[in-house]
């Protein structure tokens, strides 16, 4: 609207301020570039490897002249149930300032809606699609961990270490991690590469990206890093069918928290139900 002010015998036209509520933005057309999105990647990775590590450096200090070498000291850290504890706490905090900053990029300082700017609608996916996407994938898992079983990792040491260990990742892994990581991935990165250089190049990045960072922590199972990519393609397939980020959430949700169900219940379930242990079949808990 504008108003008209009488000045001198003059009209005046004053156009009223634009309310920055009322702005739009698109998942395919985000209010951010290329490099803000690799920089929102970049803390991701940075804040999983230093925040648990600030977490655990007090507890090392009070060990001063107890570990004799750096290998016996990897060692400790992985197998300690004490230290094993504080890293897997310390992911809480990391996830939650990066979701933080992923907040502010997306929003440009609350700019523009959260959820509208990463698309929070189903997409044209039903129930029923999440079922079948899931059963394809856990009989593909079934296939390779029948030819290629699972190799011993560092996350099955770190889960060995104590039951408290594996109620924390169960948590995070259901209602932390699928969130943070598809807006990090799916949503944040994805949208600004295939704006940028097409379609068929973010999804190559994006999914070899969110497998890569993965490796260290899998490695040397090359069965579960293989799935793990898989399991990155057909979430970024999803976000490309349905031009929405919820479907992504829901499916990873979905997936982590069958698979957490598995690692909690694993004491109690007959031996003969796992060729390997449930805790071999984690493949994406937390980065």
């Known amino acids: 609207m504008e108003e008209t002010n009488q000045f001198d015998g003059d009209a005046i036209s004053t156009p009223q301020p634009t309310d920055k509520k009322q702005i739009h933005s698109t998942p395919n057309d985000p209010p951010w570039n290329i490099w803000m999105a690799v920089g929102v990647w970049v803390f991701s990775v940075l804040a999983i490897v230093i925040i648990p590590s600030i977490f655990l450096l007090p507890y ?45 990029v997306i929003t440009r300082m609350r700019t523009f809606s959260f959820r509208q700017t990463l698309g929070w609608r189903s997409g044209g996916m039903a129930w029923w699609h999440y079922i079948a996407i899931l ?21 099955i040491r770190m889960l ?27 949503g944040v990165l994805y949208s600004a590469i295939q704006r940028t250089l097409g379609i068929p190049i973010a999804v190559i990045i994006v999914t ?12 040397p199972s090359f069965s579960t890093i293989f799935l793990l990519t898989l399991l990155s393609l057909i979430l970024t397939l999803v976000r490309v ?20 169900m598995l690692l909690i219940f694993e004491p109690y379930l007959p031996k003969t139900v796992f060729s390997t242990e449930p805790s071999a079949t984690i493949l994406q808990l937390l980065k």
């Open 208 to 219: 070899l990206l969110f497998a890569v960072v993965h490796v260290p922590q899998y490695y």
């Open 241 to 260: 069918r349905t031009n929405n980020l919820l479907p992504c959430v829901i499916l990873h949700t979905i997936f982590n928290g069958f698979q957490s």
């Open 160 to 186: 060995r270490s104590s039951r408290s260990a594996v109620f924390i990742v169960a948590f995070m892994a259901t209602f932390t991690a699928p969130l943070v990581e598809e807006v990090v991935y799916r």
């Open 135 to 155: 059963f394809v994938f856990f009989a593909l898992a079934a296939l390779v961990g029948n030819y290629f079983p699972e190799q011993e990792n560092d996350l």
């Open 60 to 104: 090392l200090l009070t060990l001063r002249g107890h570990v004799a070498d750096n290998a016996q000291l990897v060692e400790f850290i992985k197998s300690d149930p004490t230290a094993v504890f504080l890293q897997i706490i310390g992911i809480m905090p990391a996830h939650i300032f990066t979701i933080l900053i992923a907040w502010l």
